[in-house]
């Protein structure tokens, strides 16, 4: 029963990110330019951490050490919530409101 609770406390997290984040995306860059700057940060974040992510793991795997690519997703995540915690308020900075 505690493993149930603790998928939905994930999903609640999960759903209050993707709930904003097409938003909070689109206030960031201008019209103009709003597509390539959402698009082309996922495209490379996603064909170099998601494109080499079996690489890791098998090198991991053959350093006898399969619990470190645990901890390589860990830092990529804790280099995400970096970047969300110093990310400009746009409530004051939104550029929806400015096209």
């Known amino acids: 029963m505690g493993a149930f609770w603790l998928i939905?406390?994930?999903?609640v997290i999960v759903s209050g990110y993707t709930s904003i984040n097409a938003v909070v995306k689109a206030e960031l860059f201008p019209a103009e330019v709003r597509a390539l700057g959402v698009g082309l940060p996922y495209a490379l974040t996603v064909s170099?951490?998601?494109g080499t992510a079996e690489l890791v793991a098998l090198q991991f795997k053959q350093a006898?050490?399969?619990s470190g690519f645990y901890w390589y997703v860990t830092a990529?995540?804790?280099v995400s919530l970096l970047v969300y915690?110093?990310?400009?308020?746009?409530?004051?900075?939104?550029?929806?409101e400015t096209d």
């Open 8 to 11: 939905m406390a994930a999903l």
């Open 48 to 50: 170099i951490f998601g």
């Open 64 to 66: 006898g050490y399969e």
């Open 76 to 78: 990529c995540i804790a």
């Open 85 to 96: 915690v110093f990310m400009k308020d746009t409530r004051t900075t939104s550029r929806i």
